[in-house]
């Protein structure tokens, strides 16, 4: 059964850093994309960042390019995400999620959450300012 278990939420003050993990289990293909999201209290699901599962090619929202950094641990079926810069605005639920995305599609593709069918239960991420 293919699952997804983020950790590494929590909260910290604007500037500050915090890293996100998620394990992948289950999952006998090895064509698939790994996106980190995010969702504000009112606000809709928004992509964040997401790697195909060759470790390349990476895709970055405009609003984290910079300051995020999504990388792939094979070995150990896991995605992360190096937050960096941390602004108030980042304060979110984020979720990993999986889908059969190819790779060298356009950004907006790979960061639509329509795109996914598998989602971790999320992981509360909060900046103060």
């Known amino acids: 059964q293919e699952q997804l278990v983020e950790s590494g939420g929590g909260s910290v003050q604007a500037g500050g850093s915090l890293n996100l993990s998620c394990v992948a289990s289950g999952y006998t293909s090895r064509s698939f994309t790994l996106g980190w999201f995010r969702q504000a209290p009112g606000k809709a699901r928004e992509g964040v960042a997401a790697?195909?599962?060759?470790?390349?090619?990476?895709y970055y929202a405009d609003s984290v390019k910079g300051r995020f950094t999504i990388a792939q641990d094979n070995a150990k079926n896991t995605v992360t995400l190096q937050m960096d810069s941390l602004k108030s605005e980042d304060t979110a639920m984020y979720y990993c999620a999986a889908g059969t995305i190819p790779p060298g599609v356009a950004a907006a593709w790979a960061l639509a959450p329509a795109q996914y069918t598998a989602w971790g239960q999320g992981t509360q991420v909060t900046v103060s300012s």
């Open positions: 790697i195909y599962s060759g470790g390349s090619p990476t």
